[in-house]
């Protein structure tokens, strides 16, 4: 009912403080009206027409994923952990073969089915609002997302080769059919080498023109940095600032590779970057969270491609970022909370990312109870380096519960997975077939 009012208490909320970080407050209620939060208020019980209590819990922000490629997932699961392909190489001789492939093999239901295992995973790991890139041509994902209940953020892929006039009317098709509600469309040029200036400064003028997000790659690998030096004498960074791209509106995805003098680029023009550490500790190259926060930078956090697990994401974001600078107290616990929230939701246009009234009521509930969680004597901190997706104990989306006890509402689970299960496999096959990728001994089952 749309003039229900729900009241959620928990021994803990995260709440936004006034400097721009965050803090556990005690035993405060959170009320959530239609659509929004209509108040936060502490103190006696109040009434209210359905009641959420976590006793032993915290209540936060849903978990914005600033980065991610929801095909990716599953298909890579198992193929890029433990890979021979180099870092520099990888998008264009693995993930981008594939992904293609999967849209020349799979149909239609098949591609929706991968989509939905991404979007399942996403949820039950306490992610509320997702900024994904996919193909154009796949709507499985946006499909997937309205019908499980995700937030999402789509920037479809948009390339210069082979005809970028095709390409950019492709992703301005995707936002004429879909934009609206919980999901929104932007634009998504692939990265600093494959967009040419005139590809970059068209998307500039459309995403001003329509108010809309921009996502990018952005010095993700070596070779890229070297082509765009070549072709534009410039650094990635400095390529997007020419070009009118780089503003408060844009997610810079990655940054691997960013130079020094990037740094303070990025910090004035309000752009953020999305940091997905594992996708690169996984390949032997280390990038660093404290590295951008220190110089001023927005940072959030993303998944990217291989695991949507945004707990681990945040681990190993302060994790690296402390072994790197050799500082422990770096990317402390409210510092990577605030990234993977209020940071986030600040790069989407404000509307998610903090427990105020006004805002969108996405929230995520995580019960500390569990004995790998207890005692607590700074519940933050026990969040961050302590908590799994499997404490995850309820998540809303615009104020409807979509998560309950670790099960997605209205999903038949095993269903999804075996469907799922059973397209990738088929998609593998045809990779083996077309070389890209190699072959293995299956076992039947």
Same mark, same amino acid.
């Given at each position: 009912?749309?003039?229900?009012?729900?009241?959620? %208490?928990?021994?803990?909320?995260?709440? +936004?403080?006034?400097?721009?970080?965050?803090?556990?407050?005690?035993?405060?209620?959170?009320?959530?009206?239609?659509?929004?939060?209509?108040?936060?208020? =502490?103190?006696?019980?109040?009434?209210?027409?359905?009641?959420?209590?976590?006793?032993?819990?915290?209540?936060?922000?849903?978990?914005?994923?600033?980065?991610?490629?929801?095909?990716?997932?599953?298909?890579?699961?198992?193929?890029?952990?433990?890979?021979?392909?180099?870092?520099?190489?990888?998008?264009?001789?693995?993930?981008?073969?594939?992904?293609?492939?999967?849209?020349?093999?799979?149909?239609?239901?098949?591609?929706?089915?991968?989509?939905?295992?991404?979007?399942?995973?996403?949820? =039950?790991?306490?992610?509320?609002?997702?900024?994904?890139?996919?193909?154009?041509?796949?709507?499985?994902?946006?499909?997937?997302?309205?019908?499980?209940?995700?937030?999402?953020?789509?920037?479809?892929?948009?390339?210069?080769?082979?005809?970028?006039?095709?390409?950019?009317?492709?992703?301005?098709?995707?936002?004429?059919?879909?934009?609206?509600?919980?999901?929104?469309?932007?634009?998504?040029?692939?990265?600093?080498?494959?967009?040419?200036?005139?590809?970059?400064?068209?998307?500039?003028?459309?995403?001003?023109?329509?108010?809309?997000?921009?996502?990018?790659?952005?010095?993700?690998?070596?070779?890229?940095?070297?082509?765009?030096?070549?072709?534009?004498?410039?650094?990635?960074?400095?390529?997007?600032?020419? %070009?009118?791209?780089?503003?408060?509106?844009?997610?810079?995805?990655?940054?691997?590779?960013?130079?020094?003098?990037?740094?303070?680029?990025?910090?004035?023009?309000?752009?953020?970057?999305?940091?997905?550490?594992?996708?690169?500790?996984?390949?032997?190259?280390?990038?660093?969270?404290? =590295?951008?926060?220190?110089?001023?930078?927005?940072?959030?956090?993303?998944?990217?491609?291989?695991?949507?697990?945004?707990?681990?994401?945040?681990?190993?974001?302060?994790?690296?970022?402390?072994?790197?600078?050799?500082?422990?107290?770096?990317?402390?616990?409210?510092?990577?909370?605030?990234?993977?929230?209020?940071?986030?939701?600040?790069?989407?246009?404000?509307?998610?990312?903090?427990?105020?009234?006004?805002?969108?009521?996405?929230?995520?509930?995580?019960?500390?109870?569990? +004995?790998?969680?207890? +005692?607590?004597?700074?519940?933050?901190?026990?969040?961050?380096?302590?908590?799994?997706?499997?404490?995850?104990?309820?998540?809303?989306?615009?104020?409807?519960?979509?998560?309950?006890?670790?099960?997605?509402?209205?999903?038949?689970?095993? =269903?999804?997975?075996?469907?799922?299960?059973?397209?990738?496999?088929?998609?593998?096959?045809?990779?083996?077939?077309?070389?890209?990728? +190699?072959?293995?001994?299956?076992?039947?089952?």
């Amino acid at each position: 009912m749309p003039d229900q009012l729900t009241a959620i %208490t928990a021994r803990w909320t995260l709440l +936004p403080l006034p400097s721009g970080g965050v803090e556990a407050a005690e035993n405060a209620t959170v009320l959530v009206r239609g659509h929004r939060i209509e108040d936060v208020v =502490r103190g006696p019980a109040v009434q209210a027409d359905r009641r959420v209590e976590l006793p032993r819990g915290i209540v936060l922000p849903g978990f914005v994923n600033l980065h991610n490629h929801a095909l990716n997932g599953p298909v890579f699961r198992g193929i890029v952990d433990d890979a021979t392909v180099a870092a520099d190489t990888i998008v264009y001789d693995l993930l981008l073969p594939l992904g293609d492939l999967a849209g020349e093999v799979l149909t239609d239901d098949e591609l929706r089915a991968v989509y939905r295992l991404a979007v399942l995973e996403l949820l =039950r790991t306490g992610t509320t609002s997702v900024l994904d890139m996919p193909r154009a041509q796949h709507h499985g994902f946006l499909d997937a997302a309205g019908e499980l209940g995700l937030r999402a953020f789509v920037a479809p892929y948009v390339f210069s080769a082979p005809d970028e006039d095709a390409s950019l009317a492709a992703a301005l098709a995707v936002a004429d059919r879909y934009d609206g509600g919980r999901i929104r469309v932007g634009f998504g040029p692939h990265a600093t080498d494959t967009c040419s200036p005139r590809l970059l400064r068209r998307i500039a003028a459309l995403a001003a023109e329509r108010d809309t997000f921009v996502s990018i790659h952005v010095a993700q690998s070596r070779n890229e940095v070297e082509q765009v030096r070549a072709r534009h004498g410039r650094t990635p960074v400095e390529y997007l600032h020419d %070009t009118g791209l780089l503003g408060p509106r844009t997610v810079v995805a990655h940054g691997v590779y960013v130079e020094d003098g990037d740094l303070a680029l990025l910090r004035d023009s309000g752009a953020t970057v999305a940091h997905c550490p594992l996708t690169f500790a996984r390949s032997g190259v280390t990038v660093t969270f404290d =590295r951008f926060h220190r110089a001023g930078v927005r940072t959030g956090i993303g998944t990217d491609a291989y695991s949507f697990d945004h707990f681990g994401e945040l681990r190993a974001a302060g994790l690296i970022a402390k072994l790197s600078s050799g500082d422990g107290a770096v990317a402390d616990a409210p510092t990577l909370l605030a990234a993977a929230t209020s940071t986030g939701g600040a790069a989407l246009g404000g509307r998610v990312g903090a427990i105020e009234p006004g805002r969108l009521a996405d929230l995520v509930g995580v019960d500390l109870s569990a +004995p790998h969680l207890q +005692p607590v004597r700074d519940p933050l901190r026990n969040l961050v380096w302590n908590a799994t997706p499997a404490d995850v104990a309820f998540v809303m989306v615009d104020g409807r519960t979509v998560v309950d006890g670790g099960r997605v509402a209205g999903c038949d689970e095993r =269903r999804v997975v075996d469907e799922a299960a059973a397209a990738v496999d088929r998609l593998w096959h045809a990779a083996e077939a077309a070389g890209v990728l +190699p072959p293995i001994e299956r076992t039947p089952a």
